[in-house]
């Protein structure tokens, strides 16, 4: 069985990304460096989320309010439904969980 290289000796695959020529290795390069921006800034915003969301059950409960409000639970749900599709329904449960905790 022959390799890719074996077949087209003069195309190597770049190993980091996976491309088979300079110029889309550079490209991928610098999309994935975007992506490790996005990604941090993913991490950022739901960690303050996240301590918001703590804040605002504490402040409830603390003032005899209730643990959970289902309805703006329901609310967020939708809202990534719509805008990521069955997806999205992950992602806000997910969001929800590491800012009340599991239920």
Known sequence: MSTDA???PSTATDQSTGAGKPLAADEIRAMRERIDEIDQALID???ER???SQEVGKTRMASGGTRLVLAREREIVDR???ALGPDGTQVALLLLRS???PL
Do not use: M, N, P, Q
């Open 99 to 101: 800012g009340r905790g």
């Open 45 to 47: 915003l739901w960690l």
């Open 6 to 8: 074996e077949k087209s």
């Open 50 to 52: 996240s301590r918001l």
């Open 80 to 82: 990534f439904r719509a």
